[in-house]
């Protein structure tokens, strides 16, 4: 069964910047396109960001130029690079196999806030 462990949130003013991880079970990690997502309270769950097993990146058009998606293959472990946070980032940030969910991890939560 694979495990996704996700951490490195927390409470941050706006402007800051947060690194998140995600370490991931199994032996098969690199062969899956890998995705950040963040739910915000009342809303549905949304993709951020997405990464190809050799490292082909996408965006939501809210983070581009300001998050950096990146994966250590050896280390099994995902990465999400939050820069210049804004208050609209809050939420609840998650990670998965974006062809192949796998069960959702606890998530790490994200504050942005003065």
């Known amino acids: 069964q694979v495990q996704l462990v996700e951490s490195g949130g927390g409470w941050v003013q706006p402007g800051g910047s947060l690194r998140l991880s995600c370490a991931v079970s199994g032996s098969s990690f690199s062969a899956y396109v890998m995705g950040w997502y963040c739910q915000a309270q009342g809303k549905q769950r949304e993709l951020v960001a997405s990464i190809t097993r050799g490292g082909i990146t996408n965006y939501a058009d809210s983070v581009k130029g300001r998050f950096t998606i990146s994966r250590d293959n050896t280390k099994n472990t995902v990465y999400l690079q939050m820069n210049s946070l804004k208050p609209e980032d809050t939420a609840m940030y998650y990670c998965?196999?974006?062809?192949?969910?796998?069960?959702w991890g606890q998530g790490t939560q994200v504050t942005v806030s003065s």
């Open positions: 998965n196999d974006f062809f192949n969910p796998k069960p």
